[in-house]
């Protein structure tokens, strides 16, 4: 049974940073797309970024970009997000998620695995 595991979000004041970290259990990602998504009270899960497990340079939503980082550390099986320059409208639920392959859309269908997702706040 695969699980991800979502942890380090929190409350933390405008330009502030926060690194959240997702790590896979019960599957080995050897050749799979790790990505993180959002989701705001009222809106759609959007997409911030993606990378792939096996080469290949993140990508991210044009809204992070310059001010976040994906990262990973395959001995872990774990991905991370390095979130600088934090503004009012990053605050949501974070999620990380997986997809067997190389995936290169943003949609959140294209991912079966989906962690519980954890809470960014910042404040103004």
């Known amino acids: 049974q695969v699980r991800l595991a979502e942890s380090g979000g929190g409350l933390v004041q405008t330009g502030g940073s926060l690194r959240l970290s997702c790590a896979a259990s019960?599957?080995?990602?050897?050749?799979?797309?790790r990505g993180w998504f959002r989701q705001a009270p009222g809106k759609e899960r959007e997409f911030v970024g993606a990378?792939?497990?096996?080469?290949?340079?993140?990508r991210y939503a044009d809204s992070v970009k310059g001010r976040f980082t994906i990262s990973r550390d395959n001995a872990k099986n774990t991905v991370y997000l390095q979130m600088n320059s934090l503004k009012p409208e990053d605050t949501a639920v974070y999620y990380c998620a997986a997809a067997y392959g190389s995936v290169s859309g943003a949609s959140p269908s294209l991912y079966s695995y989906w962690g519980q997702g954890t809470q960014v706040t910042v404040s103004s």
């Open positions: 019960g599957l080995t990602f050897s050749s799979s797309t």
């Open positions: 990378i792939t497990w096996v080469g290949g340079n993140p």
